[in-house]
C-alpha cells in the first residue's frame, strides 16, 4: 500500500471557494492539516458558464460551472501562498484541454512551495462542453495521469478523480493506479441535465448509492488501492457507509454549500483526537 494517506475527510474541489470562505467555519484550528482541495485549476483564467449554473433538486443540485479560476499564475501569487499560510494542505486539482496541458500544469505546480499534491479531474461529467481533454475509455484517464506524474515528485501523491461510473470503474481506477496515481477519487458529478434541458452534473445524496457501489468495487478489486469517497457526504452515518465499503477518506461537496461547518464536524467526529475541544454528539447528549 501506498505510504501516502490523506486525513479522513478532504473539501472536495471546487467546494470550499478560495479557502477564505470556508475557514471561519472550519472549527477551532481553521484549516490548519486540513487536505483541502482546490478548485480546478487551468492554465488560463475561466470565467465560467453563464448562469443560472446551480439548480437545486430532489437530492441533489445539478451545475455546470463552467470550472471557473482565475488561471495557474494567478492562483500561485495569490491563493495558494494564502492556503499555505493558513496551515491547509494543499492539493490542486487540474484540468486541461490536452495532455501537454496537464503535464505543463504538474510541472510549474511540482516548483511552487506549498503543493501537497495533485488531483487530476478526469472525470468531469461533460468534458466536451468544458473544453477539456475526452476521456471516454480508461486508458485515456490512464494516459493523462502518466503525463502528470512524470513532471511531478514520485514523493508527492497524484490523486485521479473519476466518475462514478460502475461498468467501468474498476477498470479506470486499475489503468490510472499502473499509470502513477497514488490513489482514485471516486464521485465527480454524473452527467445530467438541467430542467430547462442545458447540460449539467448532478451531485449530492442522489448519487450515494452510485458511488458506493463504485467504492466498493474498487476496493474488492483492488485491496491495497487508497479509494477516497465522494458523493452525499453530509454526516457521520453517510461518510461512515463510504469506509465501510473500503474508502481510505471522504470528501465532502455539495453539503458545504447547507451547512459550511460539515467538514469540521466530521474531522472531530472521525477523529476526535485531532480536535478535541470540539465536542462529539455523545459528549453533548452526556
Given at each position: 500500500?501506498?505510504?501516502?494517506?490523506?486525513?479522513?475527510?478532504?473539501?472536495?474541489?471546487?467546494?470550499?471557494?478560495?479557502?477564505?470562505?470556508?475557514?471561519?467555519?472550519?472549527?477551532?484550528?481553521?484549516?490548519?492539516?486540513?487536505?483541502?482541495?482546490?478548485?480546478?485549476?487551468?492554465?488560463?483564467?475561466r470565467q465560467?458558464?453563464?448562469?443560472?449554473?446551480?439548480?437545486?433538486?430532489?437530492?441533489?443540485?445539478?451545475?455546470?460551472?463552467?470550472?471557473?479560476?482565475?488561471?495557474?499564475?494567478?492562483?500561485?501569487?495569490?491563493?495558494?501562498?494564502?492556503?499555505?499560510?493558513?496551515?491547509?494542505?494543499?492539493?490542486?486539482?487540474?484540468?486541461?484541454?490536452?495532455?501537454?496541458?496537464?503535464?505543463?500544469?504538474?510541472?510549474?505546480?511540482?516548483?511552487?512551495?506549498?503543493?501537497?499534491?495533485?488531483?487530476?479531474?478526469?472525470?468531469?461529467?461533460?468534458?466536451?462542453?468544458?473544453?477539456?481533454?475526452?476521456?471516454?475509455?480508461?486508458?485515456?484517464?490512464?494516459?493523462?495521469?502518466?503525463?502528470?506524474?512524470?513532471?511531478?515528485?514520485?514523493?508527492?501523491?497524484?490523486?485521479?478523480?473519476?466518475?462514478?461510473?460502475?461498468?467501468?470503474v474498476v477498470?479506470?481506477?486499475?489503468?490510472?493506479?499502473?499509470?502513477?496515481?497514488?490513489?482514485?477519487?471516486?464521485?465527480?458529478?454524473?452527467?445530467?441535465?438541467?430542467?430547462?434541458?442545458?447540460?449539467?452534473?448532478?451531485?449530492?445524496?442522489?448519487?450515494?448509492?452510485?458511488?458506493?457501489?463504485?467504492?466498493?468495487?474498487?476496493?474488492?478489486?483492488?485491496?491495497?488501492?487508497?479509494?477516497?469517497?465522494?458523493?452525499?457526504?453530509?454526516?457521520?452515518?453517510?461518510?461512515?457507509?463510504?469506509?465501510?465499503?473500503?474508502?481510505?477518506?471522504?470528501?465532502?461537496?455539495?453539503?458545504?454549500?447547507?451547512?459550511?461547518?460539515?467538514?469540521?464536524?466530521?474531522?472531530?467526529?472521525l477523529d476526535?483526537?485531532?480536535?478535541?475541544?470540539?465536542?462529539?454528539?455523545?459528549?453533548?447528549?452526556?
Amino acid at each position: 500500500m501506498s505510504a501516502w494517506l490523506p486525513g479522513p475527510v478532504l473539501v472536495a474541489a471546487g467546494c470550499g471557494g478560495t479557502g477564505r470562505e470556508l475557514e471561519p467555519y472550519a472549527g477551532p484550528a481553521g484549516l490548519e492539516g486540513l487536505d483541502f482541495v482546490t478548485r480546478s485549476i487551468t492554465l488560463d483564467a475561466r470565467q465560467g458558464g453563464p448562469g443560472p449554473r446551480l439548480v437545486e433538486v430532489p437530492g441533489g443540485v445539478v451545475n455546470a460551472v463552467g470550472l471557473p479560476n482565475p488561471g495557474l499564475e494567478h492562483f500561485l501569487a495569490t491563493e495558494l501562498p494564502w492556503l499555505v499560510r493558513a496551515g491547509a494542505r494543499v492539493i490542486v486539482s487540474i484540468a486541461g484541454s490536452t495532455m501537454g496541458e496537464y503535464a505543463d500544469l504538474a510541472r510549474r505546480l511540482s516548483r511552487a512551495p506549498g503543493v501537497a499534491g495533485l488531483e487530476v479531474n478526469v472525470g468531469a461529467p461533460d468534458e466536451v462542453g468544458l473544453g477539456l481533454f475526452e476521456v471516454r475509455e480508461p486508458y485515456h484517464s490512464a494516459s493523462v495521469i502518466a503525463a502528470v506524474r512524470r513532471e511531478f515528485p514520485a514523493d508527492r501523491p497524484v490523486l485521479a478523480k473519476l466518475r462514478p461510473d460502475v461498468s467501468r470503474v474498476v477498470e479506470g481506477a486499475r489503468s490510472c493506479h499502473e499509470a502513477g496515481a497514488t490513489a482514485i477519487v471516486i464521485g465527480n458529478a454524473v452527467p445530467a441535465a438541467f430542467p430547462d434541458g442545458r447540460a449539467g452534473g448532478l451531485s449530492g445524496p442522489a448519487i450515494a448509492p452510485i458511488a458506493l457501489r463504485c467504492v466498493a468495487a474498487v476496493h474488492q478489486a483492488l485491496p491495497d488501492l487508497p479509494t477516497i469517497g465522494c458523493g452525499g457526504v453530509r454526516d457521520l452515518a453517510s461518510a461512515r457507509s463510504y469506509l465501510t465499503a473500503g474508502a481510505t477518506a471522504v470528501q465532502v461537496g455539495t453539503a458545504l454549500l447547507h451547512d459550511p461547518t460539515t467538514v469540521a464536524r466530521l474531522r472531530a467526529e472521525l477523529d476526535p483526537t485531532r480536535h478535541p475541544s470540539t465536542p462529539t454528539p455523545s459528549e453533548e447528549d452526556a
